[in-house]
């Protein structure tokens, strides 16, 4: 610490600017350039104009030579076309210079500043996979690695079969080891978000070209949401009323029992599928003049009748 920073004068904030941009910004990543230098700082922004309907690749340059008087340049805008579905990704490229990925719900670009700056609407793109054989309720996260060969053409591969994957992802680390042959491996780290599922944090190798190639699930982080519906049920036994709620969808769709004092349970049947539990009720049903306390989970595609059976 310096005279003019300390824990009572802490501002590492040098300098400071404004840009004007109309519209809503949706995504801002900052760009590898060709050198460190802080005389050109490059920033793509997608911008969403709601007066013309239309989106926006936005790219700056600033000039930080003089960190308390910053010069910036807007030095390119390439406007979407009006039939580009939402973008939800921009990945700036670790190992292109100025090069970064526009990720919509159909399609990748590939893009570089140079192409914002010359209007060139012809870049590079490519078709998300999908699969389209399995039903909508029960779409599984697919992990894929993407090549860019000669900034031309993109290669899909899948590498794994994981729970569905929400728009948060990134690398932690990377191990190498060392078989006893002597043969040398690379294992990428990744933690990932789950999209109304548990989250994960997996290893993967990082020369895995098919799906037939194991990954490893070092850690997983409950995720009860989203909340779909919930009943209040009177438990005599215990002195004190439960929460029974249905979370979660597609692999990790599960009623839970939510007690004071008393670590959230999962209630599950063998055999069944709980994809997208959507509604709960307590109800109690007379069998042999015995009244049972019930629950109706209601799923996208069934409905099914739990009952009490001794103290579970």
């Known amino acids: 610490m310096n005279d003019t920073m300390s824990r009572s004068n802490f501002s590492p904030v040098m300098g400071r600017g404004s840009i004007s941009e109309d519209g809503i910004l949706w995504q801002m990543e900052f760009l590898l350039t060709q050198t460190p230098s802080p005389t050109r700082i490059v920033m793509a922004l997608i911008v969403y104009s709601d007066i013309d309907k239309l989106c926006r690749v936005v790219v700056y340059a600033f000039n930080a030579t003089d960190p308390r008087r910053i010069a910036y340049e807007r030095i390119g805008r390439l406007p979407l076309e009006r039939n580009t579905p939402l973008p939800v990704l921009l990945i700036s490229l670790k190992y292109l210079p100025e090069a970064f990925l526009v990720v919509t719900e159909s399609h990748l670009c590939l893009l570089t500043s140079e192409d914002t700056v010359c209007g060139n609407v012809q870049y590079p793109t490519s078709l998300i996979p999908r699969d389209t054989g399995r039903s909508i309720w029960s779409e599984e996260g697919h992990l894929y690695r993407i090549d860019i060969h000669e900034f031309e053409t993109v290669q899909w591969t899948l590498v794994a079969n994981v ?17 006893t042959d002597g043969i040398t491996r690379m294992f990428d780290t990744l933690l990932y978000a789950g999209e109304g599922a548990d989250s994960q944090i997996i290893e993967v190798e990082r020369s895995s070209f098919t799906c037939s190639q ?42 839970n029992v939510i007690r004071q004092g008393y670590q959230t349970t999962l209630i599950s049947v063998p055999n069944t599928d709980w994809d ?7 109800v109690q049903l007379q069998i042999y003049s015995v009244m049972l306390p019930c629950l109706v989970v209601s799923f996208i595609d069934r409905t099914s009748i739990l009952c009490l059976k001794g103290k579970r």
């Open 163 to 179: 729970n569905p994957i929400g728009q948060s992802m990134c690398i932690l680390n990377t191990v190498i080891r060392e078989n």
């Open 276 to 282: 997208l539990v959507t509604k709960v009720w307590s």
């Open 214 to 255: 194991e990954f490893k699930v070092l850690q997983s982080f409950i995720n009860r949401a989203p909340l779909h519906d919930f009943q209040i049920v009177s438990d005599d036994a215990e002195r004190q009323d439960k929460i029974i709620a249905c979370t979660g969808q597609t692999q990790s769709g599960v009623v």
